[in-house]
């Protein structure tokens, strides 16, 4: 996809901006994990896209960089949509979006809970839906869910799952 947005964001991040599509007359800009806070940013002060709609991840397990990060902006200002594809390998860090849209801190706690991202700069990156001796990260789709419950029942619990 080439339009103007799309072109002030390859002339302000060149080679962090790695493909650029449009879905659904969406556009879509897939971009460098360690770019990512600098082009939230960017996004949110420059192209006005002042509300993070929505923050989370997709496991590809096949693939080398195995998570996508998503994050879905709108703008008030220009009534439009842009979503940002971040290719995240395992292990691999980000920065956190919390100093750029304080909603992210609570999105963010969530990915790290479910996926096991961690996000570089966040203020309280702990888990956010299961307890804090979980293990493992059950949206990754290698997770053993039944193993865990199990495991996990019988030692906070004290009584053999039901599953």
């Known amino acids: 996809m080439d339009n ?14 790695l493909d650029a599509l449009e879905d659904r007359k969406q556009a879509i800009l897939v ?9 939230a940013r960017y996004s949110r002060d420059e192209e006005k896209f002042n509300l993070l709609e929505d923050f989370t991840a997709v496991d590809w397990p096949r693939r080398e960089k195995r998570f996508d990060l998503v994050a879905q902006l709108f703008s008030f200002t220009h009534n439009t949509r842009l979503r940002l594809k ?24 969530e990915i790290f ?33 039944l193993r865990q419950d199990t495991t996990w029942v ?3 619990l004290g009584i053999e799952s039901g599953q």
Do not use: C, M
């Not at 103007?4 to 901006?17: C, D």
């Open 154 to 156: 019988r030692e906070n």
């Open 113 to 145: 809970d479910l996926f096991g991202i961690v996000f570089r700069g966040h203020p309280n990156l702990k888990r956010i839906l299961l307890p804090d001796t979980w293990q493992g990260h059950p949206l990754r789709k290698d997770y053993e869910i």
């Open 86 to 109: 971040v290719p995240i390998a395992d292990g691999e860090e980000t920065g956190s979006l919390s100093s750029v849209w304080p909603a992210a801190n609570w999105l963010e706690r």
């Open 31 to 39: 971009v460098a994990a360690a770019e990512l806070a600098d082009i």
């Open 4 to 17: 103007e947005l799309t072109r002030r964001y390859r002339e302000h991040f060149g080679a962090a901006i």
